[in-house]
Structures are given as structure tokens and as C-alpha cells.
């Protein structure tokens, strides 16, 4: 965790993409389910993204309502940005709210027009504070025996996220 979803600038040596997710189910009479888990690639095979729409997504009944977030060490590729279009476009029940501890080739042309689709579609992302990693180390890190449960956030984490969070902004 510390190691991947660490918001550095150059994430160097980080050659997976790790996943949490949490479903929010919305019945027809109101009442809301959640389900959570992760995720995890390593670029060779299928994304995190897309392992979550090839083995979560086809439960997903379509006379339900479904608001989903990703805690994401890394925001989505331009391919995984265009499967999510896809999906959204096609799913209408499902509301998706990416949080990032990093962007992605951010530099890069074609990741910047992805994005922007992204919001356009009415995907909402956002980059992670310092609280949702505590969120995320609290709810999806499993602790070695006797470890302590408290999330000891990194040095910069905070000025990296007000870096990622300006970036972020100039590109959407």
C-alpha cells in the first residue's frame, strides 16, 4: 500500500495499478447495500479497471441503483479511460466516482483529452486527501499481526496532493 498508492510525482519502480472499490446498491424501496473489495493488475494481462468490469460488474442487476467509488493508486490509462466510457454509456444505474492517489502520464496529450471525457460522461474524479488514504489503509489494508492500525501518513503526502489536485484542475 504505502508503496503503490504513495502520491510521488514519478512513480518509478510502481508497475501495478491497485483497485478498492465500494459498491453502494440502491434497492426500488430505498435501501442502500455496500459491498467492498480490491483489485490489483501488473500491466501483463487485464487492468485493475478492466478486471473490475469483467468480474464485479456483470452481478450488477439493471432494475438496481448502483453508486460505485475506486480508490485507485493511479488514475486510468487512456485504454481503461475509454473502456470506462464505454461501460458508463451502456450501464445508466451505475455512478462512478474515481479517486486517484496519482495521475498517470498526466503530460501526456492523449491521457488529458481521456480524462476530460471522462467528466464529461459525468464520471467524477478527484484526487485522494490525506483522509482517504487513511480510509483506504483503515478498510482495505489487512495488518501483519500485532501491527499497529494507525495510518502514519508519508512526509509530502499532503503537498502532493495539493500538486496532483492543481494538475488535475488545469486538465479537466
Given at each position: ?24 446498491t440502491q434497492a426500488k424501496g430505498g ?56 461501460t458508463l454509456g451502456k450501464t445508466k ?80
Amino acid at each position: 500500500f504505502k508503496f503503490q498508492f504513495r502520491n510521488v510525482e514519478y512513480s518509478s519502480g510502481r508497475n501495478k495499478t491497485f483497485l478498492c472499490y465500494v459498491v453502494e446498491t440502491q434497492a426500488k424501496g430505498g435501501q442502500v447495500q455496500a459491498t467492498r473489495g480490491y483489485l490489483e493488475d501488473e500491466h501483463a494481462t487485464n487492468h485493475a479497471e478492466e478486471a473490475f468490469f469483467n468480474t464485479i460488474l456483470p452481478s450488477f442487476d439493471p432494475a438496481l441503483r448502483y453508486n460505485v467509488t475506486w480508490y485507485v493508486s493511479s488514475s486510468p490509462c487512456a485504454a481503461c479511460a475509454d473502456r470506462i466510457l464505454r461501460t458508463l454509456g451502456k450501464t445508466k444505474n451505475l455512478r462512478l466516482l474515481i479517486l486517484v492517489g496519482r495521475l498517470f502520464m498526466w503530460e501526456e496529450p492523449e491521457v488529458q483529452a481521456a480524462l476530460r471525457k471522462l467528466k464529461e460522461a459525468g464520471c467524477r474524479l478527484r484526487i485522494m486527501k490525506p483522509q482517504d488514504f487513511e480510509y483506504v489503509w483503515q478498510n482495505f489494508v489487512e495488518q501483519e499481526e500485532g501491527e499497529s492500525k494507525a495510518f502514519e501518513p508519508w512526509g509530502d503526502i499532503q503537498e502532493n496532493f495539493l500538486y496532483y489536485e492543481e494538475k488535475l484542475a488545469d486538465i479537466l
